[in-house]
């Protein structure tokens, strides 16, 4: 079939590849429709490596997709062919501990589309287990199916940061991962987020969503978030920027007993202040991808609580993948997401 190839360090090609997938009992086939462009796949594209994962031969790119059934194993039970779906990119082993204790997210041995060495699937067709595959419902249309993934970063950092009707909510970054944050924690019960950024372009877009935005590089935002809270702090802060002088300064908005959730990777190990944390009794949680959420994205699309559309900036054909990678490396201000659609 047809596939996107990193051969190697900033080398894409666009050309025929094998790939050996047999339909499970479990399974099913899906056509793809849209593949959005993540961060990690521009990094591999870029650098060739994240951390521990090293691509050491061609490898086929992307992880968040959307498409339509075409084959079903007779095991599946909930989907038909014909319907429009979203796939969770990560497949952990069932027996792990860490699966049975419900964190399947943290197993080691997950095999995770686009993180070598397992193939992504911008690619014609892709088997999938059809555990880890969700109908998309009828007003989600196929490129909204492909970001229900960035989503779920969002809400399990807001599931982590046990949000409590009325919260105030600091988001530092507008990325597209901070953005989706922001909007999950809307949705979660917060009654009012903050969103800071360095592009201007970015926080626009995040105040037509309702939030209050902050330029750091003209704004003091501790200054800002002492005026809003009458000094107290906010309740909540997620750092979603990996930005180090964003970790070292992510307690000082944050208020007395307040609850730090860090979703932003550094690219190497960055200093952290203890001791501000302390004095504010701050309690910090991490995450690492996300479990058991994709259904509650697709119910909070469905009903409108939570709409991704103004988040796709830029949109290619799969004969322009390669196109679209040279440019997502160094994208306009204004783009937040980028799609390839089949």
Known sequence: MKALVLEKVRQLTLRDIHIEEYLGPDDVRIKIHTVGICGSDVHYYEHGA????????PMVLGHEASGTVIEVGEGVKHLKV???????????NPNSRPTRLGMYNLDPAVRFWATPPVHGCLRETVVHP????????ENVGFDEGALVEPLAVGLHAARKAQIKPGDLALVIGAGMIGLVTAMAAIAGGCGKVIITDIVQEKLDL???FGMMSVNVTREDLNEIVSKVTNGWGTDIVFEASGSEDAVLKVFEPLCPGGRVVFIGMPTHPVPMDIVSAQVKEARIETIFRYAHVYP????????????????????????????????????RPSSVKIVIEL
């Not at 059809?130 to 109908?135: N, P, T, Y």
């Open 82 to 92: 014909g319907d429009r779906v979203c796939m969770e990119p990560g497949i952990p």
């Open 130 to 137: 059809g555990m880890f595959v969700f109908k998309l419902p």
């Open 206 to 208: 995040a105040s037509y």
């Open 50 to 57: 994240i951390g521990p994962f090293v691509v050491r031969e």
């Open 296 to 331: 509650r994205a697709l119910l909070l699309m469905e009903s409108g609580r939570v709409n991704l559309k103004p988040l796709i900036t830029d949109r290619y054909r799969f004969e322009e993948s390669i196109e679209a990678f040279e440019y997502a490396a160094n994208p």
